[in-house]
């Protein structure tokens, strides 16, 4: 299970912190990732993370500005939203996968998805 939380609305050059909490699998080895989705668009990964190994492979037209972090000892993980634009209005999911990713980018790849939390810029 993966329950989101931090989501909100924030004006233009802010910054949001989104948590995700994961429980029911081994945390080191489920290969977790957040993605969003904005308005008629679709679902586009931002950072994909393997913790037993810390692999990060970020969406390079966010890296600058999105940050991934965790907390082991809550099995918990963070995505810092910073510089927020009104194009970066959409709704952010974390998903997890416990068989591995071939490609992160890839909606399909993960068997686990949080309830997703609403991020507005105005």
């Known amino acids: 299970q993966l329950v989101e939380s931090g989501g909100g609305s924030v004006q233009a050059g802010g910054s949001l912190r989104l948590s995700c909490r994961v429980s029911g699998y081994s945390y080191i080895r489920t290969y977790m990732a957040w993605f969003r989705q904005l308005p008629g668009k679709e679902r586009e990964g931002i950072v994909g993370v393997y913790p037993a190994n810390g692999r990060t492979e970020y969406a390079k037209s966010l890296k600058a500005r999105f940050t991934f972090s965790q907390d082991i000892a809550t099995d918990t993980h963070f995505l810092q939203l910073d510089s927020l634009e009104p194009d970066d209005t959409g709704i952010y999911y974390c998903?997890?996968?416990?068989?591995?990713?071939?490609?992160?980018?890839?909606?399909?790849?993960?068997?686990?998805w949080g309830q997703g939390t609403q991020v507005t810029v105005s």
């Open positions: 998903a997890a996968s416990t068989s591995g990713v071939r490609d992160w980018t890839r909606p399909a790849e993960y068997e686990y």
